[in-house]
Each structure stands twice: as C-alpha cells, then as structure tokens.
C-alpha cells in the first residue's frame, strides 16, 4: 500500500513511519514541506505522490498560544485538514484524521463516547472540532481518531518533562483536578494496524483505558523510576493557564469494542511499556 503521512516529523508521525515503511511505500511530509493551508500546494504534492492512505497527523497543538493566535490554529487544523480532505476524496485515498479530546467541554462526568455532542471550549478544541466538520463533510472514506493526553518517544511530552525536571532536582507541582487518560503512540498505531485495514469507517476512539489525573500520572512516573522528588497537586485554577481544559474527558473506545474489539492496555502498562523502551534506547 502507497501511505502518506503528514506531520511525518511529529510524536505521531515520526512513529508511523518508523512502523508501516516496515510493510508498506510510506512518504512523509511536514508543514515545511508542504503547506496544507495552501489547496493549489496540497494538491500538487498529494496528486504527484497518489497514495491510497493518508494518516493526517499534521497539527497547531499549541493549546494556550492558540487563544491569542487563533488564525495559525484554524489555518492549520482546520483550513489544513479541509484541503488534505479534498485532495483525498480526489485522489481516491482513504484519510485517517486525528482529533481530541478537547472538542468536549468536561461537564459530563462519565466516559465520553462517540456519539456524545461535542463542545469545544477553547480556540484549538474549536479548530479541530471545526476539521472533524471538514473531513465528515466532505470524503465519505475516512476514520476520525479521537486521541487524549499524547505520549510518544520522538518529541517532548508530560513523562518526559517530569524525568528531565526530576533529574535536574526541580520540585514539581501537577494539577489534579483534571481526569481523562494517556495514548501511547506504540499502543494506538498497534490499534490503528488493525482497524484501517478493515475500512468500518467512521469516527473512533483510542486511548488507554482507565481514568487518572495529571498527578496520578506524574506520582506512577516517579514510582517506576524511583524517585523520592517531592510531587505537590495543584488546581486548575492554580496552574494558570490561559486556555480551558475540559475537566473531565476521559474517552470510551466504545466503537473499537464494538467494531473490532478494543485491546488498547491500561494506561499503567502503557507507561510501563513506554519507560521500558525508552530506558533501552538511553543504554544503546
């Protein structure tokens, strides 16, 4: 299969190339390479490269500067996502979007599932909100993957900013009064590899299951590498952040049970899993 990634060089992307070029023709771009915000440049470069697969990881994740920058972030996200979705439908490629849990607003207090009425609070979860839109409306052969809390090995994330704090001897203050759950790039693209291929399109959810807070996931970083750092919980409000955080937004990988089976792990062995490779990738 003839796969392009956007956003190749992303926590998501730099994944997915690392592992489908083991079984498929992968080329990757990045919003360097082409700009998706650009329709007349999306569409020379995807229509030369004719892919059947298209994994759009390409993103404005800059949650908080995004309050102030709103224009990068619907350019990007939602512009972006609209023109990779029209190259797409006329290429002939299906497309694999990735979204948030952002686009709910945290209010409902049990796990979200697919069918639940988003409501995005802040500019970024209104842009991708905005791209889910796009890519419904206009390229019937898609998945939408909602992912939350990302954390992948090739790009700064919350378990490797609470190492590199620990290991600089900094105390660290953590919010806990947010609950969703972590995704481990390694544990969704093993998802991802089984559900794509089945073309069940639609919108999905893929994270690890069982709920914590940030400082539940910060108090089991610190477990696993045995440090004694002192760890303080913090609010929302404490934290000062300038965008909203949906206070809950823990995802139910409803349509995975459903449709495939749903074996993303806890996000406890997701974590395991991901300090086990990344201790191995520090001896080598």
């Not at 070029?21 to 082409?34: F, N, P, S």
């Not at 544990?187 to 089984?194: K, M, T, V």
């Amino acid at each position: 299969m003839k796969i392009l990634i956007t956003g190749h060089k992303g926590m998501l992307g730099s994944e997915l190339m690392e592992t489908l070029c083991k079984e498929h023709q992968v080329a990757g771009v990045d919003l360097d390479e082409m700009d998706i915000t650009d329709l007349d440049k999306t569409r020379q470069t995807i229509s030369l490269i004719k892919p059947d697969l298209i994994y759009h990881t390409a993103s404005y994740n800059l949650v908080d500067l995004a309050e102030t920058r709103w224009e990068d972030a619907f350019k990007i996200n939602t512009i972006g996502t609209r023109n990779v979705a029209l190259v797409a439908r006329e290429v002939g490629a299906t497309m694999v979007f990735f979204s948030t849990d952002y686009v709910f607003d945290g209010t409902k207090n049990s796990p979200y599932e697919e069918w639940d009425i988003p409501n995005p609070l802040g500019v970024y979860a209104r842009s991708k909100a905005a791209a889910e839109w796009m890519v419904r409306t206009l390229i019937p052969e898609h998945f939408i993957i909602r992912i939350s809390w990302l954390i992948g090995h090739h790009s700064r994330n919350f378990v490797e900013t609470i190492i590199t704090k620990t290991q600089a001897g900094e105390s660290l203050s953590v919010v806990n009064d947010q609950i969703g759950s972590p995704t481990f790039v390694t544990d969704l693209i093993g998802e991802l590899q089984r559900l794509v291929p089945t073309r069940a399109f639609g919108t999905y959810h893929i994270s690890n299951n069982e709920t914590c807070t940030w400082y539940d996931l910060a108090t089991a970083v610190l477990d696993e590498i045995k440090s004694e750092v002192p760890l303080r919980p913090i609010s929302t409000e404490e934290s000062s952040r300038p965008a909203p955080r949906p206070r809950f937004s823990y995802l139910r990988n409803a349509m995975l049970e459903l449709t495939i089976g749903d074996r993303m792990p806890p996000w406890q062995e997701g974590l395991r899993k991901y300090l086990s490779a990344r201790q191995n990738n520090v001896r080598k």
